[in-house]
C-alpha cells in the first residue's frame, strides 16, 4: 500500500495568515492526490481534485499544487471557518489512503 | 443535489456482525460513473478506506478487512449496504459512505456518517 505522510500534523496560525500543508507520498502518484477538509463532527469534504483542481464551490483562497510524490496545500488569507483538519488522499492505486491529517487551530 | 444518508445499529456486541446502509437521495446508484464506497474513521484517528461497488457488481476490499466484510447494492432501493463480520473493539468508529466519481478520480460526495460502537 502507498502510504501518506502530512506535514505538519497540527498547525497554529491568526486569522489572514498564509499556511501551507505538504503531502508526501512513499512512491510516485503523478497527480491522483487529492484534499479533503473536515470540520468537527462533520464528514470530509472534497476540496481539491487531481492536486490542482479546485472543487466547485470551494474558496479560490485554496490551491493546490504537486506532482509525482510531493504535493502541497496552500490556504491564503485564513478565514474562521478554515480552522479544521485536512486530510490527502492518494488516488493513484488500490487501495486508496489517506494522509494521517493536518489539524490547523486559530492562533 | 445528491445526499448520502447513512444508517446503523450504533451499538454491536463483539463477535456479532455490523450491518450498515447508506441510501441516496436526488441521484441514481446506477451512474455508470459512480463506484459507491465505505470508509470509516476510528475516534481521534484518520480515515480508512474500506470497500467499494460498481453497480454493475464490480467490488472490492481492503485486504485487512477482506475475509469479514461484504458490500452489496440494492439498485431498486438506491441503497448500498455493508457488512462486518466478527467485530471486535478495534471495528469501532464513524462509517461514512462515499461517492467515488471517475469525473474527479476523488471522493465528491459523503454522508453524515454513523457512529458505531463495539462493546459488550
Known amino acids: 500500500d502507498i502510504q501518506m505522510t502530512q506535514t505538519p500534523s497540527s498547525l497554529s496560525a491568526f486569522v489572514g495568515d498564509r499556511v501551507t500543508i505538504t503531502c508526501r507520498a512513499s512512491?510516485?502518484?503523478?497527480?491522483?492526490l487529492n484534499w479533503y477538509l473536515q470540520k468537527p463532527g462533520k464528514a470530509p469534504s472534497l476540496l481539491i481534485y487531481?492536486?490542482?483542481n479546485l472543487q466547485s464551490g470551494v474558496s479560490p483562497r485554496f490551491s493546490g499544487s504537486g506532482s509525482g510524490a510531493e504535493f502541497t496545500l496552500t490556504i491564503n488569507s485564513l478565514q474562521p471557518e478554515d480552522f479544521a483538519t485536512y486530510f490527502c488522499q492518494q488516488s493513484y492505486s488500490f487501495p486508496s489512503t489517506f494522509g494521517q491529517g493536518t489539524s490547523l487551530e486559530i492562533k | 443535489q445528491v445526499q448520502l444518508q447513512e444508517s446503523g445499529p450504533g451499538l454491536v456486541k463483539p463477535s456479532e456482525t455490523l450491518s450498515l446502509t447508506c441510501t441516496v437521495s436526488?441521484?441514481?446508484?446506477?451512474?455508470?460513473?459512480?463506484?459507491w464506497n465505505w470508509i470509516r474513521q476510528p475516534p481521534g484517528k484518520g480515515l480508512e478506506w474500506i470497500a467499494y461497488i460498481h453497480y454493475s457488481g464490480d467490488t472490492n476490499y481492503i485486504a485487512s478487512l477482506k475475509s469479514r466484510v461484504n458490500i452489496s447494492i440494492d439498485t431498486s432501493k438506491n441503497q448500498i449496504s455493508l457488512k462486518l463480520s466478527s467485530v471486535t473493539a478495534a471495528d469501532t468508529a464513524i462509517y461514512y459512505c462515499a461517492r467515488d466519481s471517475s469525473s474527479f478520480d476523488a471522493f465528491d460526495m459523503w454522508g453524515q456518517g454513523t457512529r458505531v460502537i463495539v462493546s459488550s
Open positions: 436526488g441521484g441514481s446508484v446506477s451512474g455508470n460513473n459512480y463506484y
Open positions: 487531481a492536486a490542482s
Open positions: 512512491q510516485t502518484i503523478s497527480k491522483h
